[in-house]
């Protein structure tokens, strides 16, 4: 098993649609979770971290379930801008490694 | 604030040739340092991650090397590139603790 997983995709919706993405974690002991977003040929960039409790920033909301080890991303009202590539870290802690999941490719439609 | 500088942002090498990208940090201090590598189609595969100068942890065999010889600066090289060196390399740095990563902009490697 993948230590991080995730549906490739690609996802394909219309503007204003809600779209959501889920990323599956194999080692229980993980500690911090994030979402990154990635533009075609460009760095990955941090789009939010994800907290116990959930949270939100704007039109994104980000959960973490523990007991069954994975973390979603909810977009809602999708716009054009918002087309890219997600991925899904996990960290273990320990010596600050970082583990990327291979991403989940959206695609908004006018 | 914190900057991340990466160079060259792209280069074509022929096979056999050396390598050399070159990252610097600026704004912070005793950064945590890695270099990663996505192929084409792939995710992030983690080469090389740095916690002090001259403290590099290598995660995969290979033909590559590293380096740390200032705290804000990290070097990866290689004596001799193979095809499957091509690919996408990013370096970035880290805070201690936070797991979060800033990324430079990226060396787009082809091996020919």
């Known amino acids: 098993r993948k230590e991080v997983e995730q549906d490739p995709g690609p996802f394909n919706v219309p503007e204003g649609a809600t779209v959501a993405f889920n990323c599956t974690y194999s080692n229980s002991a993980s500690q911090s979770f994030f979402w990154y977003r990635q533009d075609c040929r460009k760095e990955p960039k941090l789009l939010m971290s994800v907290y116990s409790s959930g949270n939100e920033d704007g039109r994104f909301t980000a959960q973490l379930n523990r007991a069954s080890q994975y973390i979603s991303l909810l977009i809602r009202d999708s716009k054009l801008s918002d087309s890219a590539t997600y991925l899904c870290v996990v960290n273990a802690g320990g010596y600050q490694k970082v583990t990327f999941g291979t991403g989940t490719k959206l695609q908004v439609i006018p | 604030s914190q900057t991340i500088h990466q160079w060259p942002a792209t280069l074509v090498q022929p096979v056999g040739s050396p390598l050399s990208l070159e990252c610097t940090v600026e704004g912070t201090s005793n950064p945590n340092l890695y270099w990663y590598r996505q192929a084409a189609g792939r995710g992030l595969q983690l080469l090389f991650y740095s916690v002090g100068i001259g403290q590099i942890s290598s995660e995969v065999p290979q033909n590559l090397s590293a380096s740390r010889p200032q705290d804000r600066q990290f070097i990866l090289s290689s004596k001799k590139l193979l095809l499957s060196d091509s690919g996408f390399y990013l370096c970035?740095?880290?805070?201690?603790?936070?797991?979060?990563?800033?990324f430079g902009e990226g060396s787009r490697l082809t091996v020919l």
């Open positions: 970035a740095w880290s805070i201690r603790g936070t797991g979060e990563l800033f």
